[in-house]
T-cell receptor, first 114, second 116 residues
Framework: EPEVTQTPSHQVTQMGQEVILRCVPI?????FYWYRQILGQKVEFLVS????????KSEIFDDQFSVERPDGSNFTLKIRSTKLEDSAMYFC????????????FGPGTRLLVL | AQSVTQPDIHITVSEGASLELRCNYS??????LFWYVQSPGQGLQLLLK??????LVQGIKGFEAEFKRSQSSFNLRKPSVHWSDAAEYFC??????????????FGKGTKLSVKP
């Protein structure tokens, strides 16, 4: 069964450094998402991406964040200058199309900013 | 504002006992509702979803949920819990307003422990 994959599974970085989190969505999916889960808190929506542009973003998704689909398979989340509070589990999700379609989640990348 | 409330942070049940996890939502339009499960170190797996029609929906692993509009609830149930059901369970509502791409709004989750 196709699945969403994410790399790396864990990343440790120094405050102020740039990080890129990578996701490979399911191949025939058209909508892509990033969510994050700070330890002990709820999963929060960051951004959705469709047709090579951002569709929606939350207030968390500020200028330090960007997303890109550099080729036909990868979907990346970049944090330009990490802060301590960016430490979280980051989940990528994808779905085929339409609001009623199921979002399939990847296993997540745990980011630790020191 | 849209929100999802899961009032129980942690529930412990005995193996073989029945289970009900509570979820209440606040959403202006007709909600799309989901239950996801997260096992340790794993991603989020969809258990079931409700969009319209029959308010009792069946999911994987023997779970079901009932949508009650009058109570703004979407509680998850299982008649007999197995030790492998120990995990964290998240209720979510999917945005379905015009132009939305269906981003999910999650509750804080309920951690389920199963006693032998």
């Amino acid at each position: 069964e196709p699945e969403v994959t994410q790399t790396p599974s864990h990343q440790v970085t120094q405050m102020g450094q740039e990080v890129i989190l990578r996701c490979v969505p399911i191949s025939n999916h058209l909508y892509f998402y990033w969510y994050r889960q700070i330890l002990g808190q709820k999963v929060e929506f960051l951004v959705s991406f469709y047709n090579n542009e951002i569709s929606e973003k939350s207030e968390i998704f500020d200028d330090q964040f960007s997303v890109e689909r550099p080729d036909g398979s990868n979907f990346t989340l970049k944090i330009r200058s990490t802060k301590l509070e960016d430490s979280a589990m980051y989940f990528c999700a994808s779905k085929r199309q339409g609001p009623q379609e199921t979002q399939y989640f990847g296993p997540g990348t745990r980011l630790l900013v020191l | 504002a849209q929100s999802v409330t899961q009032p129980d942070i942690h529930i412990t049940v005995s193996e073989g006992a029945s289970l009900e996890l509570r979820c209440n939502y606040s959403y202006g339009a007709t909600p799309y509702l989901f239950w996801y499960v997260q096992s340790p170190g794993q991603g989020l797996q969809l258990l079931l979803k409700y969009f319209s029609g029959d308010t009792l929906v069946q999911g994987i692993k023997g779970f079901e949920a009932e949508f009650k509009r009058s109570q703004s609830s979407f509680n998850l149930r299982k008649p007999s819990v197995h030790w492998s059901d120990a995990a964290e369970y998240f209720c979510a509502v999917g945005a379905n307003y015009g132009g939305s791409q269906g981003n999910l709004i999650f509750g804080k989750g309920t951690k389920l422990s199963v006693k032998p």
